[in-house]
């Protein structure tokens, strides 16, 4: 009888167990969801986040063969610091052609300038010329008029034959030559004339060859200054301080302008980049409260803010964007990309931040920084 009394209490204690733990898990689950319900009032959070940081590619400008790399993978390099050299032999026959040309221009134009220097020096001596005959011709006229007033006189002295028939004749060929006189001087400063505006016309010929001239001096000059320019392009520099990738281009390898070789990581500038959902943008403005927490460093909490958030989804600047309005419509949640900045720039681990490393963002809505 006792062992049997034993039995039934044991079984009774047993059915005690079950309804406790029913209720520990039952408080347990409801505070756990009160919890969560109150912290989703006051937070925003995700896990589709990641660093990010500026990214410069290293770029030639010039096609050519690499004669010498001067950086390796993972490097820390200066704005200006020399990455590689190209061949640079073409270049210099190129510059040196550009240069020879030149000189060929301005010698051109020296020849053309002493021509319009001795074309001008004419046009001094031809209009001094002229002038002296326009000077001669005004005594051929005097001496003309003085000739045939005499011959007038003559003329009337012969009738009443007071002077003899010589002194007539005298006066009489004295006038035609003084006429003469005038109509060969005449003749002279119509060809003098004719000079002046000859070598006047050579002149302007001249003063036109030297815009010429001078415009070609000007186009040999931009050719040197490309050539220059293009030799400069041989050695390629780094845009800005950062660290290298990993390089893909070894000396004797052909490279084309305009082809990424390799990037520069400016690591000393990173930021957050969390994809939030449409449901969850509603309560997100710049400048509140965010705590990050990198994968790479669990346990450490960096400070942060909300810095702006993007004009669109992620999923529109896609290479294919979706489009709604062609074939069966599926509604999928959007993600919205938030940028997130750093605060705390003294925090002694921010600077071990990579692009790319995954973190966990937690928004405080309430709170401002």
């Known amino acids: 009888m006792s062992t049997k009394s034993n039995d039934q209490g ?26 969560k319900y109150i912290h ?37 390099v200066k704005k200006g610091d020399t990455l590689l050299v190209l061949d640079d032999r073409d270049m210099k026959l190129k510059l040196e052609q550009a240069q020879a040309a030149f000189t060929t221009a301005q010698s051109n134009l020296d020849a053309v300038r002493a021509n319009a220097g001795a074309a001008h020096a004419n046009i001094a001596t ?34 009443d034959h007071s002077i003899t028939q010589q002194q007539y004749e005298q006066a009489l060929a004295a006038k035609q030559t003084a006429e003469k ?12 004339s004719h000079q002046v505006n000859a070598v006047s016309s050579q002149s302007n010929a001249s003063a036109s060859q030297i815009g010429v001239a001078a415009a070609a001096i000007k186009e040999k000059q931009v050719a040197i200054d490309d050539a220059q320019l ?17 390089v893909n281009v070894r000396a004797g390898q052909f490279v084309n302008a305009g082809a990424a070789l390799f990037s520069i990581v400016q690591g000393e500038d990173v930021w957050v980049v969390a994809n939030f959902k449409e449901t969850q943008v509603g309560k997100i403005r710049e400048g509140q409260k965010v705590v990050v927490a990198v994968d790479a460093f669990p346990g450490h909490e960096f400070e942060a803010k909300v810095g702006s958030s993007s004009p669109a989804t992620g999923a529109r600047f896609a290479l294919l964007p979706p489009d709604n309005a062609s074939g069966n419509f599926v509604k999928v949640v959007q993600r919205l990309p938030v940028r997130i900045e750093f605060t705390n720039t003294s925090d002694s681990l921010i600077h071990l931040l990579r692009a790319g490393l995954n973190v966990d963002v937690d928004i405080h809505l309430d709170t401002y920084n």
């Open 181 to 192: 006189q005038l109509q060969v001087l005449e003749q002279q400063k119509g060809q003098a």
């Open 10 to 35: 044991a079984v009774k204690k047993r059915n005690y167990t079950f309804p406790i733990i029913l209720t520990l898990l039952v408080v347990g689950g409801g505070w756990f969801g009160i919890s």
């Open 40 to 76: 989703s009032l006051h937070h925003e959070e995700t896990d589709d986040a990641q660093i990010e940081a500026n990214i410069s590619p290293v770029i030639p400008r010039i096609s050519g063969y690499v004669t010498e790399v001067r950086v390796k993978d993972n490097q820390l």
């Open 126 to 159: 031809t209009q001094a010329s002229v002038s002296t005959i326009d000077a001669q011709i005004e005594t051929a006229r005097v001496n003309v008029w003085r000739a045939t007033e005499d011959f007038k006189r003559f003329e009337n002295l012969i009738k």
């Open 230 to 246: 293009n030799l400069s392009y041989t050695v390629v520099t780094a845009a800005a301080d950062g660290k290298i990738s990993k």
